[in-house]
């Protein structure tokens, strides 16, 4: 027998080796792949959404007689609701997050910081809930007592902050347990004395107001979120040199980190408007769904969101109301994607 | 800007700008605070024993019951139905009531076909003659017997079964089967995705489409994913399948109706975004060395994925799940378009071959507030139904998020030993 035949011990090591090489080449290959299909899914969510909605209505190019009405009001009810809680949400988000970044300290910030993720954690059908059951009785008697509640609120804080400002600087950080009973003292006396009960007439107890009130506190955490990591860059960026020049820290922020964070707040109330107009549970529960031609906060309205969650289950495939129905969807989608990507936009330019 | 010291004006207005901050940031305590004290309470108390009170009108009426609602100058006072379950509800005008006592010899009855009546006894009813079910004297309850009777309506209600609806114990189950379908879903796709973004996409125009594509997949409104499960998933892919394999069963639908499974893969599509961010910054957060070592010593990128990161992200693909799910439990709007029901006839998971059973139709806890609260025919025992689930869900959402918290305060103090 030949030679050649028997195994070469250096050749089969060698073609182990090789073996090993192709292998494990070959499994890298194979994981690349999957990652690769797993972000190819990703791509191809986002492109699946206006591309079904397309393929459904370019057949029917032409909007139908007589529909167009109806969703411009849909549009306009929806902006109301939206305009109204960004109304509501930003200055309070603003205020917070000013707190947590330029004001409070070590454990009091993270300790805010999770109490901004309790109020982001509730989902929106419980505010819905809550604003249908709870505060809606109250406030359709109760407007011109709100207003007022806000103004004395207001005036409290600004008087006790010219009075007891200079003992407690101090104590700024935790400043918000401070002023926190104070509030709740005015609610109580003011909400207790009830003084103006039906001074502002309103004629349903689901209206604009009490939307917006619920949106903006489900878009509060949000804005909060935003603004805060915005301010944290300038503030990082500034307040040494501030403070060195001899700004106190109020200064610092009113005259660099604030201005220099301006598109950062437009970024934020962009945001917020985008979730707000998205949303849904709130506006089908506490909204009235009447579609009505009024940007009175005084009046109910219907957004787009509602009139699919309402309409859509009992819409036939591919009949006019469907149609209707999926250029609705075309609208929220392209709203809220473009409130998105120009917030997006703004953000990327101040962080480069 | 000044040097020096500021001027008093300036630390004037200084003071009140951080008080002004400072009130919002209380505001937001007061509204997280408010709201969860509002859902402890309107979901707890109705299953709170209430006094039996017997009302003295002016007209000498006497009228025994409980009061359900307080409503402006007005009482409701729920009294002994008489025909069927909920027609006992009666207004009394404030102005008309002479007085209130509290009977000790006041007996709530349950009657076997859910009707409740009120009557002043001496000694217990006798059970079965009127087809009693159940009678307790309401007053005369020590505080352990209302804690024992709190508890008893608690979990009759939770295990549903007493003429009062399907209780929450479907709802809670259709919600968990279906986040963990949708997990097993979402997971492998949003950590294959975070993969790619980290190890191979680069900053280069891949990974820059692939992280506007997150970005924007994050701010698509919840109703606009239901829209899509249901022209794509329900009637494009499901109407497919019965189209192709449950021909002998058209017209009724099998897939090519809202189910488990459209809904899974929908919240599937929500929680996508939440998933690839977590478990990326999980892998951005494993120093760099860990990995330059790992390549030097002539591993390959997958294996160093498989045999190091990986396994060092580990509590960051928990927070993912944990979060998702956290998103997807308080995902209502798209679920009513994809088969979410008030009243499922059988669950989703049970021990029939083959135990899931994904293209029925389900329960969730978030329907179950927004239906209880709009939809029930009677909104005095439908109300507090929706607190009380309402009050489960943001339980369950609130827990999810602590536990996130956790362990991702644990990965932190890892990484922590490895950068020293």
Redesign the interface.
Known sequence: MSADLRPNPALAVARLAQERHAV?RR??R???L??????A???L?????PA??LF?LLPHARMPEGVGGRFLLLLAGTLKAGLIAVLVAF??????A???V???TGRWRAG?R??????A??????????A???LA?WLRSHVATLLVLAAV??AA??V???VF??PL?AR?SW??????P???LVAGVIVGLDPLVDAIAVDTPWNGLLVGLALG?AA?PLV?AVIGEVLQAAWDRHVDA?IA???????A???LVLPASAPGLVAAAL?AF??C?????VL??ASGNTPIASLDPRDGLRSL?AE??LS??GAE?GSLAWQV??FA?LA??LL??A???AA?RIRGRLSS | MRPGRPLPSAELRGDVGVWLSAACLALCIALAAGIVVVLVRAGLGPFWPQPVVELVLRDQQRLLGEIALEEGDAWILRTSETARPSDGYVRVRRAEVLQVDRPADAWVLLHADGRRSYRRAAQAPEPGATNIVAADPRNALSFGEKVASFGRNLRAYAAGGTGEGPGMLPALAGTLVLVLLMSVIVMPIGIAAAIHLHAYAGPGRIGRLVRGAVGSLAGVPSIVYGVLGLGLFVHGIGGSIDRWFYADRLPVPTFGAGGLLWAALTLALLTLPVVVVTVEEGLARIPVAQRLGSLALGATQGETLRALLLPLARPALLTAWILAIARAVGAVAPLMLVGVVKLAPSLPLDTEFPYLHPSRQFMHLGFAVYDNALASPDALVGVPHAYASALLLVGLVLTLNAAAGLVRKRLRDRYRAFES
Not at chain 1, 45 to 49: F, P, T
Not at chain 1, 114 to 119: C, G, K, T
Not at chain 1, 175 to 180: A, D, H, K, N, R
């Open positions: 494990r499994r890298e194979f994981g690349r999957l990652a690769a299909t797993g972000a899914i990703v791509v969510s986002i492109l699946v959404i079904f909605l459904e200055p309070i988000g603003l205020g917070a000013i707190h947590i330029c004001f409070a805010f999770a109490v901004l993720d309790v109020l954690a509730i989902p929106t059908v419980v505010l819905g809930l809550i249908l059951t709870w009785p609120a207001l804080v600004l006790v902050s010219v400002g200079r600087r700024r400043l918000p347990l401070i002023v926190l104070m509030l709740v506190v509060i909060c501030a020049l001899g700004a106190s820290r109020w200064q922020l009113r005259s945001l985008g979730r107009t998205g949303e849904t549970m089908l529960m969101s699919l969650a859509l289950p495939r129905l999926l969807t929220l989608f809220s994607f409130c998105n990507f997006g």
